[in-house]
């Protein structure tokens, strides 16, 4: 049984930083892109930052280029996201998510990925 495990959201201020961590099991890790998903209220879910199963190659949204980093850690299973410069408009639920590749890049598009996880809340006050 495959899951998804995300953690380190929380509440922080504008301009400050978090970083999220996934966790996957029931899966061979390194044979899965990954990605960072993110859901605001009302909103749909939007990609935000994805890497492929090698951690070489990432695509970022254009709203986080530049203060999100993405990384993962294939010996142990985990994805990462540093979220510095945090924004109000960064606020939503973030989801992890695995999409079976062993392509040279990754797709930040939903429909692309095959596992989610139940995600951890972000909240970035003004």
């Known amino acids: 049984q495959v899951q998804v495990v995300e953690s380190g959201g929380g509440l922080v201020q504008a301009g400050g930083s978090l970083n999220l961590s996934c966790t996957v099991s029931?899966?061979?890790?390194?044979?899965?892109?990954m990605g960072w998903f993110r859901q605001a209220p009302g909103k749909e879910r939007e990609g935000v930052s994805c890497v492929s199963w090698s951690g070489l190659n990432s695509v970022y949204a254009d709203s986080v280029k530049g203060r999100f980093t993405i990384s993962r850690d294939n010996n142990a299973n985990t994805l990462y996201l540093q979220m510095n410069s945090l924004k109000p408009q960064d606020t939503g639920m973030y989801y992890c998510?695995?999409?079976?590749?062993?392509?040279?890049?990754?797709?930040?598009?939903?429909?692309?990925?095959?596992?989610w996880g139940k995600g951890t809340l972000v909240t970035i006050s003004s």
């Open positions: 998510a695995a999409a079976a590749s062993n392509g040279i890049s990754c797709d930040l598009e939903v429909d692309y990925m095959d596992y």
């Open positions: 029931g899966l061979t890790f390194d044979d899965f892109a």
